[in-house]
């Protein structure tokens, strides 16, 4: 799709959901013309960005705010670690970040915080005219979304979620054979967060010290166990889809000629977290904790054309990481779990071939020109690509790879998770936050080697 399109398609959708104020052409910024960048929330992901961005020439950190003074002083030392000039640090209070949006005069901000400030934060910097990339996930409700929604078409502000899993490479690498045909026509796709996040969940509440060594959330807790794990206690859904079903939703094209049709969600019993507790921690008050979330939660995804999607989140029991992928058509499938790739008349009759060496014959483009670039960044090399994504199409004026639609109809998956659950497994229909878009809309999203 050209800009030119990308217009008129983002008009056609603003005009239907809300009034758009302006179809002004987007900012392009000049070789040697720095982009100003504001990090909100330096936390331990704010700390890996604040990393990525310190080593671009392209971009000044010209902003940091956080509310901690341990993480603000952390980020001050990487900067000037980096030799880079000191940027504005607003902080002292959780309204800092209106004073930054206020004052600083940052062109884009990245949005490093909590879930439940994600959608106020969106909203309010796309309102200010500071483009917007923001960590996964858009909004908590179904009303965020739509409002986070309604705020990019009125203000035509670009915003992207830094969907990372997106750029990992053997989910690139798959994305190419997709698109080579080589899985013949794709019907199912599965991906989730599978992750043991017991020691992510509870810390001892010391600055610094984010993973394990206590059973202590919320207020007594520190970087995620002080926010996140409440979401464990009161909400029972799939309560973290976009690195599973980012790279679901671009191989099945969604919202360009695809589209969510329905969802069902199952939770199991939880037991996990009360276990984690009670068996290393038997005296601690938080074994009367009860946590709502099931160990293992499943939802199932229907699309326009057909495709079924099944997501896993399954983040309080033991186990090893796993995204647990699948991709299948009618030519053959990749499986993440067993790294095995079969092609019909090219793999062995119902044999398994190693995916890595199909994936080495179909390295994508992005990852054969910035694999050495990406070496030392996080998450594997796809920290580096995510943010390159954001900052070069930014730079260019060009349209979002992962866009508003992307952003929150992937994060939305998890308000109505959690009704599909509460409504004893209904199957709610999808709403289409796209109004119709989708069916014209043409995919963008990493086809060739910029970013
Ligand atoms: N894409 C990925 O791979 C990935 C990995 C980790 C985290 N994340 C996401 O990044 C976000 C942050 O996670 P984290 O692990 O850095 O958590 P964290 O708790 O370590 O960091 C959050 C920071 O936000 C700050 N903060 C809280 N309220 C604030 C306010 N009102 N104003 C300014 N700052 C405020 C906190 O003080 C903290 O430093 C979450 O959305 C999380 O899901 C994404």
Same mark, same amino acid.
């Given at each position: ?5 990308? @217009? ?28 100003? #960048? ?16 310190? %080593? ?19 980020? @001050? ?21 209106? $004073? ?39 909004? #908590? ?8 929604? $309604?705020?990019?078409? $009125? ?19 798959? @994305?190419?054979?997709? $698109? ?14 599978? =992750? ?15 993973? /394990? ?12 166990? %002080? *926010? %996140?794990?409440? =979401? ?13 079903? /980012? ?6 094209? #969604? ?6 049709? %329905? ?76 790294? /095995? ?25 992005? *990852? ?10 996080? =998450? ?40 599909? #659950? ?30």
């Amino acid at each position: 799709m050209n800009r030119r399109d990308f @217009l008129i398609a983002s008009a056609a959708g603003a005009a239907s959901v809300a009034p758009l104020s302006s179809l002004a052409k987007p900012r392009v910024w000049k070789r040697g013309e720095p982009l100003k #960048i504001g990090v909100l929330g330096v936390g331990m992901r704010g700390q890996v960005h604040l990393k990525e961005l310190l %080593r671009r020439d392209d971009v000044a950190i010209t902003a940091i705010c956080d509310t901690d003074p341990y993480m603000i002083d952390k980020a @001050l030392e990487r900067i000037a670690k980096a030799g880079k000039p000191k940027p504005q640090v607003y902080t002292g209070d959780g309204d800092a970040w209106r $004073r930054m949006y206020a004052k600083s005069g940052i062109d884009a901000v990245f949005i490093v915080t909590p879930w439940e400030l994600h959608a106020v934060q969106s909203i309010e910097a796309m309102q200010a005219k500071i483009a917007v990339a923001c960590e996964v996930v858009a909004g #908590i409700t179904l009303d965020d979304h739509w409002d986070v929604l $309604r705020a990019q078409l $009125r203000t035509g502000t670009p915003y992207m979620l830094l969907e990372n899993v997106c750029y990992r490479r053997d989910v690139l690498a798959a @994305l190419h054979m997709a $698109r080579k045909g080589l899985f013949g026509e794709i019907v199912h796709l599965e991906g989730g967060y599978q =992750h043991d996040l017991r020691a992510v969940k509870f810390n001892s509440g010391e600055p610094g010290k984010p993973y /394990g060594g206590g059973y202590e959330f919320g207020e007594k807790g520190w970087s995620e166990a %002080r *926010w %996140r794990t409440d =979401h464990s206690v009161r909400r029972n859904g799939e309560l973290y889809p976009s690195h599973g079903i /980012g790279p679901c939703a671009m191989q099945a094209n #969604i919202h360009r000629g695809n589209r969510f049709t %329905r969802l069902t969600s199952y939770a199991s019993k939880a037991r996990g977290l009360h276990d984690y507790i009670a068996k290393n921690a038997p005296e601690h008050p938080n074994t009367k904790v009860a946590f709502k979330l099931g160990d293992v939660v499943q939802t199932h995804l229907a699309c326009e054309n057909g495709e079924t999607i099944l997501l896993t989140h399954d983040t309080s029991l033991p186990r090893p990481y796993s995204l647990g992928f699948r991709v299948q058509g009618t030519q053959g499938l990749w499986m993440d779990v067993n790294k /095995g790739i079969h092609i019909e008349g090219q793999s062995k009759p119902h044999e398994w071939d190693a995916a890595e060496d199909w994936f080495a014959k179909h390295d994508h483009p992005l *990852w054969q020109r910035f694999a050495d670039a990406a070496k030392e960044s996080g =998450h594997g090399g796809m920290d580096f690509f995510v943010v390159n994504a954001f900052v070069e199409a930014l730079r260019r004026g060009e349209p979002m790879p992962i866009d508003i639609y992307d952003a929150v109809a992937w994060s939305a998956i998890t308000p109505l998770s959690e009704q599909s #659950i509460a409504e004893g497994n209904r199957t709610l229909d999808f709403p289409d936050f796209t109004d119709g878009l989708w069916a014209k809309r043409k995919p963008i999203f990493a086809f060739d080697d910029r970013y």
